[in-house]
C-alpha cells in the first residue's frame, strides 16, 4: 500500500498538468474525438459516429447485474442474476464493451490518456446516480504493487476520484489490497477467472473499522464475468461492510 500515496500524487499532478496543457491545446488546436481524432466541439467528446457506436447502457436491464435487455421484458432480474446471484448487490455500467469502448479503456490504461479520466467518471456518475446516492465510500479494485510501478497510476482509483468530485462521496482507495499479482484474466473462462482471483484481495486490517455498516461502491474500468468484483465484495461484506454496489465504465454483454 506505500506506493498508493506516490502513485495518487503522481495522478493529481499529471491531471492538473494535463488540464493546463488541454486548455493550450484547445486553444491551439480544434479539440477532437477521443476515439478516432475526427473534430468535436470539446476535449473529451465524442464525435456523432462514435457515440452511436459507444453503446451506452439505458433502461430497460437486469436490476441486479445492469445487463441491458433488447426488449422490456416485464421483469426486474435477467435469468443469469437469478440462477447465480453475485457476491454484490447490483452493479452499473455506462456503456457495452464495443469496439469503441475498449479501444478508450486501452488508451486510459495503456496509453497514459488521462483526459479521458474526466468524461469517463461523468458517464460513470450518470450510470449509478441509484447506487451513488446511498454510497458512503467508493473503493477502487487495487491493482498489485507491482503493476502498479509499471503503470504508474490505478485507472480505476483515477475513475473513483472523478466519479467522488461529481457525487461527492469519498474514497477509500487504502482499504483494500491486492495481496498477490494474478494473471491477465483475458481468454480465461468464467470459472478460470474466479479460481485466477480466489484469494487475491483482502481488507487492510488497520482500515477495517471504516467499512462497518458502510454501502460500498466497488470502482473498476471493465465488468467481463464479475469474478474481479465479486472477489472483492466478498472480502468487503466479511469485514463489516452492510452493501456492497458495483459501478463501471464498460460491461461486456453476452449477445447470445
Request: glycine share 8%.
Given at each position: 500500500m506505500q506506493a498508493s500515496e506516490p502513485?495518487?500524487?503522481?495522478?493529481?499532478?499529471?491531471?492538473?498538468?494535463?488540464?493546463?496543457?488541454?486548455?493550450?491545446f484547445n486553444v491551439m488546436?480544434?479539440?477532437?474525438?477521443?476515439?478516432?481524432r475526427k473534430p468535436v466541439g470539446e476535449i473529451g467528446g465524442l464525435c456523432s459516429g462514435c457515440w452511436g457506436r459507444m453503446?451506452?447502457?439505458?433502461?430497460?436491464?437486469?436490476?441486479?447485474?445492469?445487463?441491458?435487455?433488447?426488449?422490456?421484458?416485464?421483469?426486474?432480474?435477467?435469468?443469469?442474476?437469478?440462477?447465480?446471484?453475485?457476491?454484490f448487490q447490483c452493479a452499473r455500467a455506462a456503456a457495452r464493451y464495443s469496439d469503441v469502448a475498449r479501444d478508450l479503456v486501452h488508451l486510459l490504461k495503456y496509453g497514459d490518456r488521462l483526459d479521458l479520466v474526466k468524461p469517463f467518471g461523468?458517464?460513470?456518475?450518470?450510470?449509478?446516480?441509484?447506487?451513488?446516492?446511498?454510497?458512503?465510500?467508493?473503493?477502487?479494485?487495487?491493482?498489485?504493487?507491482?503493476?502498479?510501478?509499471?503503470?504508474?497510476f490505478n485507472q480505476s482509483a483515477a475513475l473513483a476520484r472523478e466519479v467522488s468530485s461529481i457525487a461527492k462521496v469519498p474514497v477509500a482507495d487504502h482499504v483494500l489490497v491486492r495481496t498477490r499479482a494474478t494473471p491477465p484474466q483475458i481468454g480465461l473462462g468464467s470459472n478460470e477467472r474466479a479460481r485466477n482471483v480466489q484469494g487475491a484481495f483482502e481488507v487492510d486490517k488497520e482500515t477495517r473499522g471504516e467499512l462497518k455498516a458502510r454501502n460500498i461502491t466497488l470502482i473498476d474500468d471493465v465488468l467481463t464475468s464479475g469474478a474481479t468484483a465479486n472477489a472483492c465484495a466478498?472480502?468487503?461484506?466479511r469485514a463489516g461492510a452492510k452493501?456492497?454496489?458495483?459501478?463501471?465504465?464498460?460491461?461486456?454483454?453476452?449477445e447470445t
Open positions: 502513485a495518487g500524487k503522481s495522478f493529481r499532478f499529471a491531471r492538473l498538468f494535463g488540464g493546463v496543457a488541454g486548455a493550450l488546436l480544434p479539440p477532437t474525438c477521443a476515439a478516432c453503446g451506452f447502457i439505458e433502461r430497460p436491464y437486469c436490476e441486479r447485474l445492469g445487463t441491458p435487455f433488447a426488449h422490456d421484458m416485464g421483469t426486474l432480474l435477467s435469468p443469469a442474476a437469478m440462477a447465480d446471484p453475485p457476491a461523468k458517464w460513470m456518475a450518470r450510470a449509478g446516480v441509484e447506487i451513488l446516492a446511498e454510497a458512503d465510500l467508493l473503493v477502487p479494485v487495487p491493482l498489485h504493487w507491482t503493476r502498479l510501478w509499471q503503470r504508474r466478498r472480502v468487503l461484506l452493501r456492497v454496489d458495483v459501478l463501471v465504465l464498460s460491461r461486456v454483454v453476452d
